[in-house]
């Protein structure tokens, strides 16, 4: 692996799950409340690929952002894993902190009424996609006030990641069955990081409290892919990126 701090993130439960891999030494994995707390961890030089959207549109077009539409054709039958992120209007529409399954809802239909209003076709909000607002948010204030992080912290996407891994073929079975883990899916991927590198007594530890299973494999690729960024092996989707109005890169690495 290249020389220099790499870190692979996913959203879970608890927060964030990140697989850090310094050199010389086997990888970690830990679990951290906030992004902040994450970066908090790291030098300066380390190269951050993490599995959340970044950079947001002022209007959502067919498919959602530019890179959503471009991953799906890679993927077959792994593509309705990358869901459509909806205007920047949209993901901050209602950010409260909800105390309540009703107000969770209520929420969820502002930010549908929102998104539609600024999506030609207009589009509302999945429920999935809804579940991840408050963490896409979290990034992107980050990189708004700490423009610094623009060149330390990339998108990428898992089932992207495991396609380039694979030399471009996606993954034959899903991660999950109905949302359920599904062990063969699980050991492809898990075959798949130790071509790769990792040792397999590694992938097979429980994750960390707070994390599940399928949270850890995804760090564990998006290590894979910020070693790739480092290393400048890595490509973004699209090619350049775009950029949002506040300057901030709109692509899927891999």
């Known amino acids: 692996m290249t020389a220099g701090v790499l870190v692979g993130v996913d959203g879970c439960k608890a927060g964030w799950i990140a697989v850090r891999h310094d050199p010389g030494f086997a990888p970690s994995v830990s679990v951290f409340p906030g992004f902040a707390a994450l970066l908090a961890t790291l030098p300066a030089s380390a190269t951050i690929a993490v599995d959340m959207p970044i950079g947001l549109p002022d209007f959502s077009q067919r498919g959602g952002r530019g890179p959503e539409a471009l991953v799906r054709p890679l993927l077959g039958e792994r593509q309705s894993s990358v869901f459509s992120i909806p205007s920047r209007a949209a993901l901050y529409a209602d950010a409260s902190d909800f105390t309540t399954v009703e107000a969770w809802y209520a929420a969820h239909r502002r930010a549908s009424e929102v998104a539609k209003a600024t999506s030609d076709p207009p589009r509302g909000v999945s429920i999935q996609a809804f ?56 050991e492809e991927r898990k075959a798949l990081l ?61």
């Open 131 to 186: 579940g991840i607002f408050a963490k896409i948010r979290e990034i992107d204030a980050l990189l708004i006030t700490h423009p610094e992080l623009r060149g330390r912290v990339f998108e990428s996407h898992p089932e992207v990641a495991f396609c380039r891994l694979n030399g471009g073929k996606a993954m034959a079975l899903p991660k999950k069955i109905k949302g359920a883990i599904n062990p063969a899916g699980m």
């Open 194 to 254: 130790c071509r790769h590198g990792y040792d397999k007594s590694f992938l097979d530890h429980p994750a960390p409290k707070g994390a599940a299973a399928d949270d850890f494999l995804d760090a564990a690729a998006m290590m894979l892919v910020a070693g790739r960024i480092a290393n400048g092996e890595a490509r973004p989707h699209p090619d350049p990126p775009l950029t949002d109005r506040y300057g901030i890169p709109v692509a899927i690495w891999a």
